[in-house]
């Protein structure tokens, strides 16, 4: 409750588990890291973290993302490299703003093909990932200017 004009939090190794659901309720929240901790989940509501622009939770033991990531309407960076993300949601492709996307070093099997409404997308790293084929829509993503694929399962583009 005190933290009503909070705008950049850095919990970045600490070994944090788990953030307070509350933290999703601070709307001036602009920049939030929290890499190379132990990190299991993040809030399950994200919807009041409506000024976040970045999100970097790097290096932690991440297994899925919650669905409500398709509020952070003003995201631009969204860093979830080295984590246990097996699968992302449909509603990633709500993130309009984002511009960088690094989810290197998951387990990804595919991406969803509603990636295609990342309309400002000029950067994606999802190197050393499980990905066998690239859904059609990527092509779509004509603002991208670094793709990094290396060290996936893919046997054509």
Sequence with gaps: QGCKVLSIL??????????????????????LMVNDSELKRLPPDLSGLSQLI?????ENMLKFLPVSIA??????RLDLGSNEIE?????????VALKELALDENGLTELPPELS?????????VS??????LP?????????????LSENCLTEL
């Design 10 to 31: 850095d919990v970045s190794a600490t070994g944090i588990q788990a953030l307070p659901d509350s933290l999703a309720m601070i709307g001036t929240l602009a920049q």
């Design 71 to 76: 509020s952070l309407k003003k995201l631009q």
């Design 136 to 148: 059609a829509e990527f092509c779509e993503l004509t603002t991208l200017t670094d793709v990094y």
């Design 87 to 95: 699968a992302l949601p449909r509603t990633v492709g709500c993130l």
């Design 54 to 58: 970045v999100l970097e939770a790097r």
């Design 128 to 133: 050393k990932n499980a990905l066998v084929s």
């Design 117 to 125: 409404g990342m309309k400002h997308l000029t950067e994606i790293d």
